[in-house]
């Protein structure tokens, strides 16, 4: 199973960006699809999360300016990302549970992360 995220990039203050991360391989379901970010000297913080069924999380420096959306038939969750700050500047990284099998557990898989950088 991999992760593959992309769209980050430079943008200016106050502008928008479209993540976007699909999940390939051996792949029965997908639970829970998500974003993290890490920024230079800080720790991992959430970014948002969104079930199989459409339930979503954000952390609340996000809401209202992030939204999460997944489209479970191609296996890809999306993050659009608006009205972004300086402070935004980040690695984001998208996060799945995968079932590889009918048998088989969930388990957390992650990808490579992309960065985006808010500045003028």
């Known amino acids: 199973v991999q992760l593959q995220a992309y769209g980050g990039g430079l943008v200016q203050p106050g502008g928008s960006v479209r993540l976007s991360c699909a999940a390939s391989g051996s792949i029965f379901s997908i639970n829970l699809m998500g974003w993290y970010r890490q920024a230079p000297g800080k720790p991992r913080e959430l970014v948002a999360t969104i079930t199989i069924g459409g339930n979503t999380v954000y952390a609340p420096s996000m809401k209202g300016r992030f939204t999460i959306s997944r489209d479970n038939a191609k296996n890809t969750v999306n993050l659009q990302m608006n009205s972004l700050k300086p402070e935004d500047t980040a690695v984001y990284l998208c996060?799945?549970?995968?079932?590889?099998?009918?048998?088989?557990?969930?388990?957390?898989?992650w990808g490579q992360g992309t960065l985006v950088t808010v500045s003028s």
């Open positions: 996060i799945a549970t995968i079932q590889e099998s009918p048998s088989a557990s969930n388990r957390p898989y």
